[in-house]
């Protein structure tokens, strides 16, 4: 029986090593798509942190040109572990942890309050809706560049952005 033809075409790929000296230039959308993940300054930095610990640890051989559709392969999968790793423990204290936005010299208080308010419902999107708006809206990615980072369809990241964005204009009460 032969194999799938995407299967012989991805083993066929030529590979090369991830080099660990680019890793700077995508920390930006990096950070981007990790403070939508998460919500907030400080874990946003923790997980890209993370990321390039994780990244870092042993040699990558990637099968394409795309270095930032693999980063946020790597920091979609570090947030779900670490997701996952903290529903599992118990929690000290029940109390809402509100981080403040760095201080901007010319940022007034509402355009502060006004972004911490978008970035809370875009955390609370679900999960489909809240990667596409966060590789689209917050890291700049391209329709496509976000098809390729979290492998679907180009049709289905537009049509999730749509319903993402739509539930975000909801819990803002934007929506008529």
């Given at each position: 029986?032969?194999?799938?033809?995407?299967?012989?075409a991805h083993s066929e790929a030529p590979t090369r090593e991830l080099d660990p000296a680019q890793l700077g230039d995508h920390l930006d959308r990096l950070y981007r798509a990790a403070l939508g993940m998460?919500?907030?300054?400080?874990?946003?930095?923790?997980?890209?942190?993370?990321?390039?610990?994780?990244?870092?640890?042993?040699?990558?051989?990637?099968?394409?040109?795309?270095?930032?559709?693999?980063?946020?392969?790597?920091?979609?999968?570090?947030?779900?572990?670490?997701?996952?790793?903290?529903?599992?423990?118990?929690?000290?204290?029940?109390?809402?942890?509100?981080?403040?936005?760095?201080?901007?010299?010319?940022?007034?208080?509402?355009?502060?309050?006004?972004?911490?308010?978008?970035?809370?419902?875009?955390?609370?999107?679900?999960?489909?809706?809240?990667?596409?708006?966060?590789?689209?809206?917050?890291?700049?990615?391209?329709?496509?560049?976000?098809?390729?980072?979290?492998?679907?369809?180009?049709?289905?990241?537009?049509?999730?952005?749509?319903?993402?964005?739509?539930?975000?204009?909801?819990?803002?009460?934007?929506?008529?």
């Amino acid at each position: 029986m032969l194999a799938p033809m995407s299967v012989l075409a991805h083993s066929e790929a030529p590979t090369r090593e991830l080099d660990p000296a680019q890793l700077g230039d995508h920390l930006d959308r990096l950070y981007r798509a990790a403070l939508g993940m998460c919500g907030s300054h400080t874990d946003a930095e923790d997980l890209v942190q993370e990321t390039f610990v994780a990244v870092l640890r042993r040699p990558r051989m990637l099968r394409s040109g795309d270095d930032i559709g693999y980063l946020l392969r790597v920091l979609r999968n570090t947030f779900y572990s670490r997701y996952r790793a903290e529903s599992r423990r118990p929690r000290a204290s029940d109390l809402d942890n509100h981080d403040e936005l760095p201080e901007r010299p010319g940022a007034a208080p509402e355009a502060m309050a006004a972004s911490r308010e978008v970035l809370a419902a875009v955390a609370a999107l679900p999960e489909p809706y809240r990667e596409a708006v966060a590789a689209v809206d917050l890291a700049g990615f391209t329709y496509r560049e976000a098809a390729l980072a979290l492998e679907t369809p180009e049709g289905t990241i537009m049509s999730r952005l749509h319903r993402g964005r739509a539930q975000v204009a909801d819990a803002l009460g934007y929506s008529s």
